[in-house]
C-alpha cells in the first residue's frame, strides 16, 4: 500500500535517475561520432535539453521536500539498464547506437506520461505542466531519431560496402 | 568492411532473437496480470502476432538461405538487453511493465525501419515488404500501450493507496 504522494515521490527519482542516464548516453554518442555530422548535431543539441531539463526537474523534487541524498537510490536501478542498451547495440556502430537513443526517448516518453498522471494525482498540477513541456522534447528528439533512421542506416551500409571507408563512427 | 548482403544478413538475426525476447516478454507479463484485463488481452493478441511475425521473418531467412544454426548467436546479445530491461522495470509491478512493453515495441520499430532499409539496399525488396506489415503492427501495439499508460496508471494508483487490494499485478 502506498499514498499518491509516496509513489510520485518515487517516480520522482526514477526521473531525475532517467536523465542523468541520458545526459551520458547522449555526451558518449556524440562524442564517438565522426562521420554522421547531421546526427551528431541533433544528438548536441538535445544534450542541452536534457541538461536543462535536470534543472527542471530539480526543481519540481525541491518542491516536493525530497531531499538530494534519495536520490542516489535510483540511479543505481538504471545504470543497469543504460549498461545493458549499450552492451547489447554495441555502441561503436552507428545504426545500433541510433537505435539505442530512440529507444531510450520512448523510455522517457512512457515515464513522463505515466509521471503527468502521478503529478495530476497527487496535486502537483505545475509539475504535471513541467512534465508536459519535457515531453514534447522528448518526442521531438525521438520523431526526428526515426524519420532519420533510414537516411543513418542508408550512409552505414554505404561507407560499410566501400573500401578504406570508416562506417561505424 | 562488410557487403550490402552481409550487413543484411546479420540483421536478419538479430531480428530473429529480438522476436523471440518479444515472445518471452509479452508471455510472462501476460501470465503475471491479474487485475488489468484490458492490458492482458491486448499483450495476449500481440503475442500472437508475435508468433506470426517469427514466422514470417523465417521464411524471409530461409529464402536469404541463413542456416539455423548462426541464428542462436546472435540470441546472447539481445538476452542480456531484456534481462535488464525486466530487471531494471521490476516487473512485477504493472506500471513499469506496461512501460518496459512500450520501449520494448518501440526497439522493434526501429530494427523494422532499419531493416527496411538493408533488405532494400540488399535486393530482397519482398523481404522488405514484409517487414513493412511487420512493422505496422509493432507500431500499432506502442500506440495502444501509449494511449492506455495514463488509465493503467490511474488504476495503479488507485489500487495502491486503497486498503487491502493488490495494485501492482
Not at 85 to 95: A, H, I, L, Q, S
Request: aromatic share 8%; with cysteine.
Amino acid at each position: 500500500m502506498a499514498t499518491y504522494i509516496e509513489n510520485y515521490h518515487d517516480w520522482l527519482r526514477d526521473a531525475h535517475a532517467m536523465e542523468k542516464q541520458a545526459e551520458s548516453m547522449l555526451e558518449k554518442m556524440a562524442e564517438r561520432l565522426e562521420h554522421y555530422p547531421e546526427l551528431r548535431a541533433r544528438l548536441l543539441q538535445h544534450l542541452e535539453e536534457t541538461r536543462h531539463q535536470q534543472r527542471l526537474l530539480e526543481d519540481v523534487i525541491e518542491r516536493n521536500g525530497i531531499s538530494h541524498s534519495t536520490l542516489k537510490d535510483a540511479m543505481s536501478k538504471l545504470i543497469a539498464f543504460g549498461q545493458a542498451m549499450g552492451g547489447m547495440m554495441t555502441p561503436d556502430e552507428v545504426v545500433k547506437g541510433a537505435i539505442a537513443g530512440y529507444v531510450f526517448e520512448h523510455f522517457e516518453v512512457a515515464c513522463y506520461t505515466s509521471l503527468i498522471t502521478a503529478a495530476e494525482q497527487a496535486g502537483d498540477h505545475a509539475g504535471a505542466e513541467v512534465f508536459r513541456t519535457i515531453l514534447k522534447e522528448e518526442q521531438a528528439m525521438a520523431d526526428w531519431a526515426r524519420d532519420h533512421l533510414p537516411q543513418v542506416t542508408q550512409q552505414f551500409l554505404q561507407r560499410s560496402a566501400a573500401p578504406d571507408t570508416e562506417a561505424k563512427k
